[in-house]
């Protein structure tokens, strides 16, 4: 008999403002969250149909529930015709991840001449990517028991500089056939995932408080849980209410999506903790991913 848990495995559909994402997350079960308006997802712990056509993942770390599903992804795609999509990881898991796709290769027994190793794309914290002209990713450390990055997604606009904001049309072509620069780019937060971590991450990184959107990771809701989630590199919910006590004006998101929960608690458990003890300006912001 399996365990009375809040959710056995249902996709959520999500629609934060103008961003629909279909996301799952509960700790040890799967995580993942797909953007199919921006053509990419978050982790990778189950593989839906749904995730295939996405031509980009950004894999926050290694432990299985958020990334065992990443060579099932590349071989649906392959299996129907598409072409390879590309796989961000943390640097330090390209080697594991390598010799998983070599595994399968020899387990399948895949000729040599049929095999492709999948597109893995191997990122340190601070290095960005393009989606496209308009959007990049940064990635960014995050703390947990393993190598461990979140991503940030942001527009990006060219706004003038300040000291060329009252020249005319005409005058400005001049100046672009002139080669000035006039231009300035302007990143602007739009979603920023977070996997497994501590909160050390949310004291370190304080950007993340900007982002429209923010995924953040909740493990463990009970008093006798805070040694367990400072062993296994989780948030505990004592720890974001003291984050949230001593960096009040940090988390400006519009939309936080509280997600990961123990597979041990049963959903009303979840949201009467929640709805008890997390403040009341952020309780307008949150979406409890269960
Ligand atoms: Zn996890
Ligand atoms: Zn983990």
Redesign the pocket.
């Known amino acids: 008999m399996t365990a009375p848990h809040h959710n056995p495995g249902h996709p959520i559909q999500l629609q934060l403002g103008q961003e629909s994402i279909t996301a799952f997350s509960i ?2 079960l799967a ?1 993942y969250a797909l953007v199919p308006g921006l053509n990419c997802a978050f982790d990778m712990g189950e593989c839906l149909l749904d995730a295939v056509p996405l031509e980009r993942v950004f894999l926050t770390h290694a ?1 299985g ?2 990334s065992r599903c990443l060579l099932r992804h590349e071989s649906l795609r392959r299996l129907l015709g598409m072409g390879p999509a590309t796989y961000y990881i943390p640097r330090q898991t390209l080697e594991g991840f390598r010799g998983l796709a070599l595994a399968w290769k020899a387990l399948e027994n895949v000729r040599e001449a049929n095999f492709e190793m999948p597109r893995f794309a191997p990122l340190a914290a601070g290095e960005s990517v393009w989606l496209n002209r308009q959007l990049a990713a940064r990635a960014f450390a995050v703390s947990h028991t393993l190598p461990s990055l979140g991503y940030t997604l942001f527009d990006v606009r060219k706004k003038l500089k300040p000291e060329f904001q009252a020249r005319t049309g005409p005058e400005l072509a001049q100046l672009r056939r002139q080669g000035v620069p006039f231009e300035e780019e302007q990143w602007l937060p739009r979603l920023t995932f977070i ?2 971590s501590t909160i050390d991450t949310l004291y370190r990184e304080r950007h993340i408080g900007q982002s429209r959107i923010l995924f953040l990771e909740l493990t463990y809701l009970m008093e006798e849980e805070r040694e367990l989630a400072r062993k296994r590199g989780h948030t505990h919910l004592d720890d974001l209410l003291a984050f949230l006590q001593e960096c009040p004006d940090v988390l400006q998101n519009e939309h936080i999506v509280l997600k ?1 929960f123990s597979m041990r608690y049963e959903r009303r458990l979840i949201l009467s903790v929640l709805k008890a003890r997390l403040p009341k300006t952020l309780l307008d912001r949150v979406h409890i991913l269960i």
């Open positions: 700790s040890g995580t432990h529930d958020h996997g497994d990961h």
